[in-house]
Structures are given as C-alpha cells and as structure tokens.
C-alpha cells in the first residue's frame, strides 16, 4: 500500500505539470489510465484554474465517469458545477448514472435544478425528473435506471448481444432482469449463469423466476438487509404492480450502511459526527444545541434537588452519593437504549418484540439494580459504618436502574413506533432524564430513612 | 415484500411436510428453486431429526452452498456440524468458499478442527491450514482463494473458456487477475471488458496493469476502505513481493462494514450490542463487568465529594449543582469522543492529525465551555439572586466541560497509540472518569469562592 501511494502520488505530480504546460494529450493518457476513484483525488486536488483547464481537456462522458464516484456530500459539488460551463455540466448529468446525477442534484437549490434539466436531453431529464421525486431514504431514491432487462423468450446469445450494447452505460451488467412485454419483471439470471449456458439455450428455461425485488418505497435500510442477506450485487426495484423501475446496486448499499451506522452512532452520542470540522467554531456551534437543551433539562434536576436542599443541610452525606446513583443509573440506560436501538434495527417483525423487549429490559434492570445494589449497600456500609445508610443508597440505585432501563428501551420504542428514527433518542439524552428520575427515587428514599440513619 | 414473504411461508410449509413424508425428490426440487439464503432460513427452523434426514437429501456440495451464507457467529453452528456424520461434515467443508470454511472452523475447538482437516483431501486441508494462520481482522483472514487468474499472453476467447470452466467454483468471476509466470499479479480485467472486446483480442493489451491490492497483513477496515472507496466487487490480496494469496469480495465487506459499526457502537455504550440475549439473566450478566467496573471507578468521585461533605454542609446549595456539572460536562465529553473514535476510524495519516484534534477539541471545549458556562451564569444568578454564585458555577461548567473534552479526545487518541481499538474507551467510562475530574473541580472553584456566595 506504501508503495502503491508513493507511486501514485508521483503520477499526481506529473499530471499536475502536464496540465499546468498544456500539454493536452500527454495530460488525456495520464489521466485516463488512473483509477475513476484515483482520478477524483486528482480532481479534487487541484485550483479553480487548473479545474476549468482540465473541464476543456475531458468530454463531459469522461467527467462523469469521476463525477460518479465523488460523494454528493462533498462540500465544493456546487462549486465545481457552478465553474463549468452549464451546457457541459447539464450534458454531465445526463452522462452520470442516473442514482447519482440525483444524488448530486439534489444537494443544489430549486432554481439551479431547472437550468440543468432544461439544458439536457428531454429523455434524460424526464428520467431525472422521475427519480427527484422519490422520496428520501427510500428504495426509489437510490435506484439507478440503467439496468439491463430482456423478454424471456429469446437465446443466451441473443441476451449476451443486448449486454455488450449496454455495457457502456449499464451500471451493473452482471445481472440482467427478464420482463414481460407490459415491463413486469418475470426472472431474473446472472451473467455467471448466462456464461455457463451453451449460446442455443432460451433464457425462459434457465432464468430464475424467484425473484427477489424490493418495492420503490421500501426503506433504503430494507433495501440494505435484502442485498446484505442474500449477497447480491443489485436487487431490482418494482412498483405495486410488479414493473421493473430501476435496480440498487451494491455499493450504493455500503454508503446506505455507513450512513446509517454513522447516524446512529451520532445519535448516541449527541453530535453529528459525520460533519467533522477542524475548526473549533463551527464544531462548537454544532454541539451546543444539544448541549444546551440538555443543560435545561438538566436544570430541572437541580430545581428538584433544590427542593431538597434542607434534607441535604440535615444529612450532607446525602450529597456525597448524587453523582454516584445518577451516573450508574445514566450508564445503564445507555447500555438499554443501546440495545433497544440495536434491537429495532435487527428486527422484521416490530410488533411481536415490542413488549418482550421492555420487559426483558425491565427485569435485567431489576437484576443488574440488585447486584449493583448488593455492591453499594456493602461499600458504603462497611466504609461509613451505616448499613442503614448503605440500604438506602442501595435501594436507590436499585430504583434508578430499573427506571433508566425502562426509559432506555421505552422511549426509542414509542419514537419508533410514532415514525421517528429511534437513534435520534440519543444517549446524553437518556442520561440526563435518568439523572432527573434518580434525584427523586434518591431524595424520596432517603426522606422515608433519613431518621434511621442519621 | 409482504407477499412475497407469504408465498414463500406457504413454500416452507410444503417443504416441511415432504421432508416429514420423506419425498425424497419432491423435497429436492422444491427446495433446490430457493435462493440459498432462503434455503439457509429454512434449514434453520428445522428440528435436529428433521436435519438429520435433510443431510442424507442434499450432496455435500449442495449443503455448502447454503453453509456459505450463514453466518458463522450462529450459536448452532457447532451443533449443526456434530450431528453430520464427519465425512460428509469435511466433505462439505471443503465444498464451501475457503473463507467462509475458515470462520466457520474458526469457531470450533482445535481438536475439532484437525478432526475435519484430516478428513479431507489434502490439497483442500492445506489450503484452509494456511488461510487459519492468519491473525484475526485482516485481509489474510476474510480473503478467499477461488477466485480465477490467468497469464497475460492470451486471448479475451481463451481467457472466456477458462472463466466458464471456473464458474462453478469461483467465489466472483466478474473480476479475472492477470499473472506472470511466478504468481505476481500484473494486471486485471473485468468480466465486463471481456464481454466488449472481440474474442481475439490479446488480454495484455486489454487489462489493466494498475491494479490495485492490499496486503495480506493488511487491518480489514482498511480493506473495506479500498473497495468502498473504488466501488469495487472484490479485490485482490498480496503478499509482500505481490504474489497472488487470494481475494475478499464485497459481501464479506458489508460484514465487515456491519462488524466495526456495532463495535463502535458497543464501545460507545458500555455493552456489546450483537450479542443481544432476550434472557434477562444472560444480558444482566453480560452488563454487569461494565456496571461494577463503573461503579468503583464512581465510587472514587463520591470518596472525593465526601472529603469536602463539610463544605456541603456550610454550603448545602453546592449539592443542588453537582450532578448538573457532572451531567453537562459528560454529555460534551461523550460528543467528544465519538468525533474523536470516528475521525480516527477515517484518517489515512494518524500521526499528522493528533495534534490537531487535540487542540481543536480543547478550543471547541473552551468555546462549549464559555457559552453553557455563561448561560448557567445567568440562570442562576437570576434564580438563586446570587451571581457569585452563578460565576461559581459557570466557571466550575467551562472548566468541567474543557477537561471532558481533552479526556474524551486523548484516551482514544492514546488508545490508538498504544495499539488498542479507540472505540473501547466507551461513553460510560469517559461519563464517569469526568464525573471525577468536574467535581474536583468544581468544590476546588466553590471553596476558594466560598466567603463571597454564602
């Protein structure tokens, strides 16, 4: 790998200074032999200057070729279209598979989007104009329409010539999709399976006919599993009625499954951290929304204890175990909601779990409450020679676990069940509502003992 | 989706009572026109007498095909191979993909595993004996070594004949690697350049020789990185002088992808969110090495309050703030930690951006810092009617929330260092190490302030 970058970086170098000297086909061979990926770092390394050069020297096919495999989230995708001339960046477009010309069109405002479409072939756009209207996450979405699909009564050879037709602009051409004469799909066969068979065979006698397909409004995290599970390269996308639309293919999935796992990740840890800033500034005003709202919740924790501050003059011991039961209480939820988030992911069947899910997290509170319980009222009862002020910190974090596993598994559960993302109940989020719940089973107990103990 | 799922209970059910009625052929036709994983899915709702009748139905090889796609962390896994008969269990480990035949032995004791090694033909035994050497997570230990390479002084027709006779045993064949005489991997062509160019066309002049590899020591994210980021199928693996070892494919990527996201996601909460009991007792059990690890870690920050408990009796106000300073300078150490976890995860150059996220993380700390600590300023100066109070508290908060952030930033930088994964220093323990250090100081800040608030 060291000396694969070494070697490519080299080749930077001398591309940067054919273009820079104008060298227009010493440039164009460089160039093209790399790597569509490895173009794109090229790409993406060079000045507005260097780009508008290089925009002269490609066709807008050769471009979108490296366009196709830019992440749409890059920052500077407006930039660089907006320094193009808008008759080649819209002949772009239209050369871009078209998951991605949508991917790309859709991180632009309104206005821009009509230019482009307008300046493009009428076939593309309305193609184009179709796939924008998909909704986000869904199947629709991230399909692509350049797939191949045949009628099923014709020859494997007649089926490898229609695949080396489109191999240009098919995004996968290693599986075609059989289709009746009203576009519904019917089988579905492999290049792999096209290949073994003798060229004489019909297509009807060898094609899968259970297919499996996902519907245009499945969730792209569906759409994930089916290609996940049964190992595909693509899965093909129908409507109500069975017609083929388009295909996800799989590396489509693997940015989906990314971007889920980010988000969830993010979700946990209240920040977003797929927009990572080096600059402290920004970081900071993307956190402190977050940070604050928590710190108003958290603020009706300190009113509660607040409420209390006699009981806390009269025993200041009292004081000594807040932070202990909030945090234990806080690092149990976490581990529930965790698992809760996890668990609603992994499932097929929402309904069956929902109940078991809560209970199972209800009495593995109760469990790791009792052990952890056990724990404190012994340490603090040997240690500040009290076992009646052990029982009743013991006792408290009993209580406050078995509330923050509820909280941790119920509120992701009902934010499922009521259409939201149930990572967005994110971890400090728990927390902080465990630390309100804790405080007053904690002050509660303690006022029931506090004659005992004290 | 929803019928299709459906249809195919109704298929399971009728598979079912075939098996039952031991049909031996019905059986065989019926459940051979299922796609592998639905075969797998089936296979694994059946009773150990069912299977057992199941094994004597289907060929080694027919059963390896459907092995191929379980994944091997099922808990059954080991059962399944005991109640095969240890010819057909070799012979059908040797049938599946080497890297699918290695996790799975993988699982199971070293007894086991010579038992079934020396069952099977030698040249399969030896294959699988090199690819079990290699260490855990990296590409030696996901490739496979049945992909299809050619040398480069043939035709696209003859490199065609050898792809249709390797189709069969191929894990992918949609990629051909190109050897010299020795091994060493020179070039690549895809199927689908194949399919393009005419049949007697030379491959040399038709492959490409920038083919790009990763090494066989290579860690396995770095892997999923390469095929992400090239949108590739597979890729190939190589040895030091760029011999040719194997393949890994993007199906075992995904796994990959799924695996570090669940770890990261794990790390982040205290608890391992794949291995998700619905037995309350075993999650417990699972739970609590974290909780009472915690719990002594958070005993240390209640030994600290404790040492200033005469402080809190002067001054029972101070409680009231305790956990909101605690709970706020978490919340920012936790969004410290995940930017940090994940822009380890994705920097190319780890030891050019230590520094800088350090620093950055601090800054963004002061910044959080600043802005909560004069908003807790104000709110409760105005509703304790004492602002030394709140300058207390808010410089306590700015503090608090910087120290977070150093430790949320620092301990997985250090981790990462010392070779540790990042993602282990979890959310809870960075939570309660900073519960720690913000009530530290917080009394340092309240006791040299004390004569001017009460």
């Given at each position: 790998m060291?000396?694969?970058?070494?070697?490519?970086?080299?080749?930077?170098?001398?591309?940067?200074?054919e273009l820079r000297q104008g060298h227009l086909n010493e440039f164009r061979e460089l160039f093209l032999s790399l790597h569509i990926y490895d173009q794109a770092q090229f790409y993406q390394s060079l000045e507005e200057q260097e780009r508008e050069r290089l925009y002269t020297y490609l066709s807008p096919k050769e471009l979108a070729d490296m366009f196709d495999v830019i992440e749409e989230d890059n920052e500077h995708m407006k930039d660089y279209l907006d320094e193009m001339r808008p008759n080649y960046a819209a002949d772009m477009l239209s050369e871009m598979y078209s998951d991605n010309a949508v991917d790309l069109l859709n991180t632009l405002d309104k206005s821009q989007v009509s230019k482009y479409l307008s300046l493009m072939d009428v076939e593309d756009a309305s193609e184009?104009?179709?796939?924008?209207?998909?909704?986000?996450?869904?199947?629709?979405?991230?399909?692509?329409?350049?797939?191949?699909?045949?009628?099923?009564?014709?020859?494997?050879?007649?089926?490898?010539?229609v695949l080396k037709n489109e191999a240009d602009v098919a995004e996968t051409i290693y599986y075609v999709y059989v289709v009746d004469t009203d576009?519904?799909?019917?089988?579905?066969?492999?290049?792999?399976?096209?290949?073994?068979?003798?060229?004489?065979t019909l297509i009807a006698d060898v094609m899968s006919e259970r297919v499996i397909a996902v519907h245009v409004g499945d969730d792209q995290e569906d759409v994930a599993k089916t290609?996940?599970?049964?190992?595909?390269?693509?899965?093909?996308?129908?409507?109500?009625?069975?017609?083929?639309?388009?295909?996800?293919?799989?590396?489509?999935?693997?940015?989906?499954?990314?971007?889920?796992?980010?988000?969830?990740?993010?979700?946990?840890?209240?920040?977003?951290?797929?927009?990572?800033?080096?600059?402290?500034?920004?970081?900071?005003?993307?956190?402190?929304p977050w940070l604050i709202t928590l710190l108003f919740l958290g603020m009706s924790t300190a009113s509660l204890i607040s409420h209390y501050e006699e009981l806390v003059s009269e025993a200041s011991i009292l004081a000594v175990f807040i932070s202990?039961?909030?945090?234990?209480?806080?690092?149990?939820?976490?581990?529930?909601?965790?698992?809760?988030?996890?668990?609603?992911?992994?499932s097929d069947d929402?309904?069956?779990?929902?109940?078991?899910?809560?209970?199972?997290?209800?009495?593995?509170?109760?469990?790791?409450?009792?052990?952890?319980g056990l724990t404190i009222f012994l340490i603090v009862g040997i240690w500040k020679h009290n076992f009646t002020l052990g029982f009743?910190?013991?006792?408290?974090?009993?209580?406050?676990?078995?509330?923050?596993?509820l909280a941790g598994s119920l509120i992701p559960m009902l934010?499922?069940?009521?259409?939201?993302?149930?990572?967005?109940?994110?971890?400090?989020?728990?927390?902080t509502l465990s630390d309100l719940t804790s405080v007053l089973i904690y002050f509660n107990i303690a006022s029931l003992f506090l004659q005992y103990f004290m």
């Amino acid at each position: 790998m060291q000396e694969a970058q070494e070697e490519l970086a080299l080749h930077f170098d001398q591309l940067l200074s054919e273009l820079r000297q104008g060298h227009l086909n010493e440039f164009r061979e460089l160039f093209l032999s790399l790597h569509i990926y490895d173009q794109a770092q090229f790409y993406q390394s060079l000045e507005e200057q260097e780009r508008e050069r290089l925009y002269t020297y490609l066709s807008p096919k050769e471009l979108a070729d490296m366009f196709d495999v830019i992440e749409e989230d890059n920052e500077h995708m407006k930039d660089y279209l907006d320094e193009m001339r808008p008759n080649y960046a819209a002949d772009m477009l239209s050369e871009m598979y078209s998951d991605n010309a949508v991917d790309l069109l859709n991180t632009l405002d309104k206005s821009q989007v009509s230019k482009y479409l307008s300046l493009m072939d009428v076939e593309d756009a309305s193609e184009i104009k179709e796939l924008l209207h998909y909704e986000d996450d869904t199947a629709g979405s991230i399909m692509t329409t350049e797939f191949v699909s045949i009628v099923a009564n014709q020859t494997v050879r007649s089926a490898m010539y229609v695949l080396k037709n489109e191999a240009d602009v098919a995004e996968t051409i290693y599986y075609v999709y059989v289709v009746d004469t009203d576009n519904r799909l019917v089988g579905v066969i492999s290049l792999r399976d096209l290949i073994v068979n003798d060229d004489d065979t019909l297509i009807a006698d060898v094609m899968s006919e259970r297919v499996i397909a996902v519907h245009v409004g499945d969730d792209q995290e569906d759409v994930a599993k089916t290609i996940r599970d049964y190992d595909f390269l693509a899965v093909p996308v129908t409507d109500y009625d069975d017609h083929l639309l388009g295909i996800v293919t799989v590396d489509d999935i693997i940015d989906v499954i990314d971007d889920e796992a980010a988000s969830d990740y993010s979700g946990l840890a209240g920040v977003n951290v797929e927009e990572v800033s080096e600059n402290p500034l920004k970081a900071a005003s993307k956190r402190l929304p977050w940070l604050i709202t928590l710190l108003f919740l958290g603020m009706s924790t300190a009113s509660l204890i607040s409420h209390y501050e006699e009981l806390v003059s009269e025993a200041s011991i009292l004081a000594v175990f807040i932070s202990l039961i909030t945090g234990t209480a806080g690092n149990a939820g976490t581990q529930s909601l965790a698992v809760a988030v996890r668990r609603i992911a992994m499932s097929d069947d929402k309904d069956t779990s929902f109940v078991s899910l809560i209970v199972s997290e209800v009495l593995t509170g109760l469990i790791t409450g009792a052990v952890t319980g056990l724990t404190i009222f012994l340490i603090v009862g040997i240690w500040k020679h009290n076992f009646t002020l052990g029982f009743v910190i013991g006792m408290a974090m009993l209580c406050a676990i078995t509330v923050a596993n509820l909280a941790g598994s119920l509120i992701p559960m009902l934010m499922d069940k009521l259409g939201f993302d149930p990572a967005v109940a994110s971890g400090p989020f728990i927390t902080t509502l465990s630390d309100l719940t804790s405080v007053l089973i904690y002050f509660n107990i303690a006022s029931l003992f506090l004659q005992y103990f004290m």
